[in-house]
């Protein structure tokens, strides 16, 4: 696109039923915003302080009776005029379901994270097999291995997981020692079924005479002891490639959720900088310019640990089909309450040229207080945008250099003013 061509950034909207083609994947697990501070539990009866901190009522109640000021960023407090219902987030909550910790003995029920505990105390499947069988625990996952933590939920267990990593994996460390030595142990040893089938015949002497005769009736034992042995042999195999294949499943899941942790911490902690990289370009630009409805979603990003959270849209322009189209998106956080609306901030965007990059083409735009794109979102992405309805041109994007190892490089920079 001519880059001496003046772009005028506009607030556009999401065309309905969309289908992008990088979903944002959500978790079944909690959020932070749904979770006490100080309990580490689900909120229960949340207050928010003017500090913009959410707790349990009763959590931050005791907290304050003792110590007076915020546990987060040690502001003093007073249950008076600093502690107020959180409504919002208690509905939120209320709208959770969880499934019964019972429902591998076969109970449906999914009640929301605060009936839980009532719905256990009233469940039919909540019936100890015998008058002396212990409080049901959760085992780690790693018990296989050696942990013998136990656990009365599975957000407990969780934590634990993320907590105890180094322990773990020395847990991995120490069994694979074991199965190492004692595979060498069985190589250099004989075992009772070998030594059973050693005394049912002996090899003859160096001058061809054997010292004894072994009975023609001992045949049948010795193929029985020899086909005992082959089958332990076998089970063996089984057992360690089984045990084997689970510490590859989970060294696979830790990698995945390190990964994930790592990628979460970076769009937190950007500081409103964010680098976009979008791989497999060609194939997904490819699939727009067949269906324009089509879109490409980056991972959401945040101004500041705590502060506004955006994404980045970019289509095939719906004015210009030869034209692509980037706008920028605000989505919903736990502190939007805490936030001054709307937001006000300046936006830069520039498509790196990643073989010339005097040639990176680099746009600012300010925010207008005036549009819906920079009000408070009320769903999880805001359905108005603002941006650049014609951005740039497709084919000059492809063959000027911006596209590299089928790789397109988008920097964002959104700094509050």
Known sequence: ???SRTKNA???IAPMGITALNEIALSDQPESRYECPV???WLRDPVITTCGHKFCKSCITSWLQNSGHCPIDNINLSMKVDIFPDNYTKREIQEQRMNCPFSAKG??????????????AVCEYNQPETSSQPEIKIPCSFQAVGCKETFESQEEMNQHLNNDTQTHMSYLMNIYSEMKINNDMSN?????KEQEAMTLWEAPDKDGKQTTTAPIHNTS???RALYERVVVLEQ???EQDIVIANISKQLSAFAVAKMKQNNDMLLRYCMGNYVWKIDNFKARLDAMLKDHYKMLYSPGFYTSPNGYRFCVRLNISPQNPHCIALHVHLMKTENDDCLEWPFNGRISFAMI???EPDLTQRDTMMSNSNLIAFRKPSTEICVRGFGYTEYAVVSEVVKNGFVRDDTLVIRIHIKCV
């Open 188 to 192: 250099a040893s004989i075992d009772a």
């Open 1 to 3: 696109m001519d880059r």
């Open 10 to 12: 506009s607030e556009g």
């Open 353 to 355: 040229n990643q073989y």
């Open 221 to 223: 034992a010795l193929i």
């Open 39 to 41: 309990c580490l539990n």
């Open 236 to 238: 063996r195999n089984r």
């Open 107 to 120: 109970c449906t029920v999914k009640v929301t994270p605060l009936d839980l505990d009532a719905h256990i």
